[in-house]
């Protein structure tokens, strides 16, 4: 998929809802629409994303995932929720995801680690939290531009 063609999926409202639905599941306790990106990073990789994953928040190129191996790590439960929430057909909505959520995460991660927790008063060693809307932005106004 070339740049153009994820920046038509960034932009579709369908995927924009399935992105926030996926980043709502891993929500802080607090609310505000702060999502865990750490949560979401985590279950891929315990479902054997890791190598993926890990290219998507270092710097360099982004190794790909197929929209099966996404359907796998989030279980076909979640996608099922998300696409009926997203009004989208399951099979699409994991492809759609397949295809953005590495340009979510390395949007999120511009200095190859997790970003840090929002507020100083989520305490040490809390979860790194980010606002879904400000991502899509980040992520619409980032993909012109390589990662350094």
Sequence with gaps: MDLNQIMQLAQNPQVQQLLKGLLNQF???KGGGQANLQGLVS???QSGLGDQVN???????????SGKQIQEALGAGT???????AGLPPEQ???DLAALLP????????????PQPAA??????AAPQLDIDDLLKQLLGG???PKQ
């Design 27 to 29: 929500m802080s306790g």
């Design 43 to 45: 279950q891929l990789q």
């Design 55 to 65: 290219s998507w928040v270092a710097g360099g190129p982004n190794q790909e995932v």
């Design 79 to 85: 996608l099922d929720q998300l696409a009926a929430q």
């Design 93 to 95: 909505a994991a492809d």
């Design 103 to 114: 340009e979510v995460v390395n949007a999120a991660t511009p200095n190859g680690s997790m």
């Design 120 to 125: 100083p008063a989520a305490g040490a060693g």
């Design 143 to 145: 993909l012109s531009q």
